[in-house]
Each structure stands twice: as structure tokens, then as C-alpha cells.
């Protein structure tokens, strides 16, 4: 149990300046009408465990940004399963039993992508194999894609994709970013594709030629300019593109949920108007 004394939030991260989750925590709370602060600090990875075991009573919780993510689920007591499966925490919350850990940016993810009209993904294709691809893998299988294609700039370095496909009865493949493209045409068979490269990757013709899917949906999980030259060429070409501003929305309503009562699967009193207003502090930014 969290005393009634705990009101610090914080995000923390190395680099953290950026970070839009002050503007979305203290909306839901204004609302909640709670007392409580959010505030952002940049802490190193080398940094986390001194910062971490400084943290008094009044600590409520903390969310993570990178390069966090791993060190923190190394230090909670209890993951989530999101957590336990991509190794990856965004959430700390302590208690009476330990902390707790969760990745709610898996959740996130599928809510945003269920916000463009898609409840379940026949299967889709995940470019990059870096630490938001195996959110994204894991994404897919909750919206009960049996097939997932990762494009990697360097297929090998996929291995652990792959690998947790298997464990979750996926049928998981990794090829070059350029490979020819398997599935059929989005116009007959809507296809899903979740980037999880550089925002500013500058991609040759080849690799465009191969990974944009004329009439699917591309959400590009990134939050800086936009769109980026993958989205524009992906609109270019008739599709849909999302920024991973929608992800980032309600990765947060589900932090919120967890700070609030220890249950990210309970929704928030009148949480429709909560998420609208957290938007509105999102767009406004």
C-alpha cells in the first residue's frame, strides 16, 4: 500500500528535457483532482540505482524513459507480464511487497493503433529490431496477429525476436529492410506496419520500394517532427500514417490507472474526459 503522503511522479531519463509526460500526468491529476507533482529529471544508467535507492515515502511512483527501461525492470520485485516478456519497464511503483514493475507501452500501442480502426492484425511487419521492436512484436500478438515479418537493417541482430515469437506460438521471420514484399497488396488484405527506426532514418529508394504498403497503416512510433520521410513517403503512396504521439497518450492513461490504484486493466473515473483533456495537453505542447 502507497501512503496517503506519497504525491512525487516523476520521468526520468538521460536525455529528458523532451519529455511530454509532465504536460499529460498533470492534466489527468488536475482532473482527479490530486495534489500531486510530476516532475522530469535526467538521470544516467549509471546514475538509476543511486537515484533509486534515495527515493523516500513520498516517491508515488516514477515512469522511465531511455536508456531506463532495462536497469529498471532489473530492479523492481514484481513484473507484469509485458514487462517479463520484453524485459522493459516504464513504470516503478513501490509498496509494502517491493516495486513493481510494468510496460505499459505495449498497451499503449495497441490502444492507438485500435484508435485508427483496427481491432485485429492478420499479421504485420515491424521495421527495426532494437528495444521498441519487441513492444511492437508484442503489440502484434495482442492483437492476434499469428505472423510477424521484422525488417532489420541487419536481420541477425533480430535473433531474440524471433526467439520470443517462438515462445508466444508466433511465426516470426527477420529480413533485410530491402526484401521483396511477401503479403499481398493492403487493398485486399489490410496489412499493419509498426517502425520503430530513427525518426530522421534517411531510407534509399529500394528500402521504400519494399516496406511501404499502399492503403495499410503505418504507425511510426516516433514524437518528434513530422512527418517523418517514411510517413511522407508512405502517404505518398495512399497509405495512412500515425506519429507515436497516440502511443504515448495511452502508454500515460495507463500509468495514471497505476498510480492511481495499482490496476493499469481499471479504467479511470470518467476516463473518456480524462484522455480527451490529456490530448489536449499533448497537442498543445
Not at 48 to 63: H, M, N, P
Not at 162 to 184: E, I, N
Not at 206 to 218: C, E, M, R
Request: net charge negative.
Amino acid at each position: 500500500m502507497l501512503s496517503a503522503d506519497a504525491t512525487r511522479l516523476a520521468v526520468w531519463g538521460d536525455p529528458i528535457a523532451h519529455s511530454r509526460s509532465p504536460q499529460l500526468h498533470t492534466a489527468a491529476y488536475a482532473l482527479l483532482g490530486l495534489p500531486w507533482t510530476y516532475e522530469r529529471r535526467r538521470v544516467s544508467e549509471t546514475q538509476f540505482g543511486a537515484a533509486l535507492a534515495d527515493t523516500t515515502e513520498t516517491w508515488r511512483g516514477l515512469s522511465l524513459t531511455m536508456p531506463l527501461k532495462h536497469v529498471a525492470a532489473k530492479a523492481a520485485t514484481v513484473l507484469d507480464r509485458a514487462a517479463q516478456l520484453s524485459g522493459a519497464v516504464n513504470t516503478l511503483v513501490p509498496g509494502d511487497a517491493g516495486i513493481r514493475g510494468f510496460n505499459t507501452d505495449v498497451a499503449g500501442l495497441v490502444a492507438a493503433i485500435r484508435e485508427q480502426g483496427i481491432e485485429r492484425a492478420v499479421h504485420g511487419t515491424v521495421l527495426g529490431a532494437g528495444a521498441t521492436a519487441t513492444s511492437a512484436l508484442l503489440a502484434l500478438e495482442a492483437l492476434g496477429a499469428r505472423e510477424v515479418e521484422i525488417r532489420a537493417r541487419r536481420p541477425d541482430a533480430a535473433g531474440h525476436l524471433v526467439a520470443l515469437g517462438a515462445s508466444l506460438d508466433l511465426h516470426v521471420t527477420a529480413v533485410p529492410l530491402d526484401a521483396p514484399r511477401t503479403h499481398p497488396d493492403a487493398r485486399t488484405d489490410p496489412a499493419l506496419t509498426i517502425a520503430t527506426l530513427p525518426g530522421d532514418a534517411e531510407l534509399p529508394a529500394s528500402v521504400l520500394d519494399a516496406v511501404v504498403v499502399p492503403g495499410g497503416l503505418l504507425v511510426d512510433v516516433v514524437y518528434g517532427s513530422w512527418p517523418t520521410p517514411l510517413a511522407a513517403a508512405w502517404e505518398g503512396a495512399g497509405g495512412q500514417a500515425v506519429s507515436g504521439l497516440p502511443m504515448l497518450l495511452h502508454q500515460a492513461v495507463r500509468q495514471v490507472r497505476i498510480f492511481t490504484t495499482g490496476d493499469v486493466d481499471e479504467p479511470l473515473p470518467s476516463e473518456s474526459v480524462i484522455v480527451a483533456s490529456m490530448r489536449r495537453a499533448l497537442m498543445e505542447d
